[in-house]
Nanobody, 116 residues
């Protein structure tokens, strides 16, 4: 059974930083692509960043230059380092695993709130 568990969310002031983690179990982590997505209240879920099995990264326009996605295959973990946070970054952040074919799996999400 595939499981994804996020952690690291919380309340941070504008301009601050947070690092999110997503631990994957029940599947071969290294062959899958990982992504972070976010959903703000009343809005659709949007892409934050993705990282392929080979380390190729893609970022949403609103986070480029501020957020960094990375992965540690030895720990079955994907990270999202978030710097220079803005109030508009407030959302539930979820990670996703995909093998590009038969499996798409999501975590339960972690709340990030940027407020003074």
């Amino acid at each position: 059974q595939v499981q994804l568990v996020e952690s690291g969310g919380g309340l941070v002031q504008p301009g601050g930083s947070l690092r999110l983690s997503c631990v994957v179990s029940g599947i071969t982590f290294s062959i899958g692509a990982m992504g972070w997505y976010r959903q703000a209240p009343g809005k659709q879920r949007t892409l934050v960043a993705t990282i392929s099995s080979s380390g190729f990264t893609v970022y949403g326009a609103s986070v480029k230059g501020r957020f960094t996605i990375s992965r540690d295959n030895a720990k079955n973990t994907v990270y999202l380092q978030m710097n220079s946070l803005k109030p508009e970054d407030t959302a539930v952040y979820s990670c996703k695993y995909t093998n590009g074919g038969t499996i798409d799996a999501w975590g339960q999400g972690t709340q990030v709130t940027v407020s003074s």
